[in-house]
């Protein structure tokens, strides 16, 4: 049997292209995809060894960070990222009923928020209600007349409706980052560019945060994402994510050195892995 892939279901979302994308990348025979209800299901499906690796967004050109990810690579440890793509995001609005009578807007509350700017205009009295995937929100409207689902274009295809606009996304450039994830902790790609981390600090003090950046800094790392979660502990804590570039073999040597410099600074640093990012071109 293949390796079982989890994705954010059902069929038809930027995340099941993703996984199909980065199984191959990732030279998995055969894989069997399953589709999960939720982004948590997916990498629980992961974290509790019920699939052997999932597919999930991690951050998006528009929106930032993914919480859901980011929390759960957190709340997981053993979890590690192998492999990312960068995909182009382009929307389309999907209904049975014409534009005019939309007074409904259903997806993801990432897509929705990528495209909050165009429903104000084009669609002002619609209120947006969020689903779990964008290909739920295409399932949602089937039948009616007042409702659209917004999601890729090729979920015309798979449910039957039509499309009423395209493209709808608020930024042209508008790409997520997804990633793969499993459990193995052996580095498997020859060519790496991104190594990711997160931390918490022993103590919030002035110079705190500053000093491990600095750090950072000194080791002569360029930092390409530098994110703050709330630790949900207290008010005020935060857990700090970042990515930092990658360039040469020895790289890989001086990144397990600040860490070890780092340590003595956290409460908690947790390294999700190095692994190579590239950008995929759907057209």
């Known amino acids: ?6 994705y954010l279901g059902p069929p038809g979302t930027y995340a099941e292209k993703a996984a199909h994308i980065l199984s191959k990348l990732a030279n998995y025979n055969t894989p069997l995809f399953v589709p999960c209800n939720g982004l948590f299901s997916v990498i629980k499906s992961v974290a509790y060894n019920n699939c052997d690796a999932a597919i999930v967004p991690i951050e998006n050109s528009v929106e930032g960070g993914v919480s859901t990810t980011l929390d759960a690579l957190w709340k997981f440890p053993d979890i590690n990222i192998k492999k990312a793509i960068v995909l182009p995001i382009k929307h389309a609005l999907i209904s049975n009923g014409e534009i005019s009578a ?3 807007v259903l997806s993801h509350p990432q897509a929705l928020a990528q495209c909050s700017e165009w429903i104000s205009e084009n669609l002002p ?13 295409v399932n949602m409207v089937k039948g009616s007349s007042f409702r659209a689902a917004i999601g890729s274009k090729s979920l015309i295809e798979i449910e039957g409706l039509r499309e009423l606009a395209f493209p709808i996304n608020d930024v042209p450039g508008n790409c997520t980052r997804f990633v793969l994830l499993n459990k193995d902790s052996f580095l498997e790609d020859v060519n790496i560019n991104i190594a990711s981390f997160a931390f918490s600090l022993l103590s919030n003090k002035p110079g705190a945060l500053l000093k491990a950046l600095n750090y950072i800094a000194e080791f002569g790392f360029n930092m390409s994402k530098i994110e703050s979660r709330p630790s949900k502990r207290e008010l005020g804590e935060y ?4 990515d930092v570039d990658i360039n040469t073999k020895s ?3 001086t990144f397990n050195l600040l860490k070890e410099k780092l340590n003595p600074l956290c409460e908690n640093l947790v390294d999700f892995g190095f692994y190579y990012s590239e950008s995929i071109d759907l057209d």
């Open 251 to 253: 790289d890989i040597d």
């Open 102 to 104: 939309i007074s409904e």
């Open 239 to 242: 857990i700090i994510y970042i």
């Open 1 to 6: 049997m293949g390796k079982q892939v989890a």
């Open 125 to 137: 009295g619609a209120i947006t209600l969020p689903t779990n995937s964008t290909s739920e929100a």
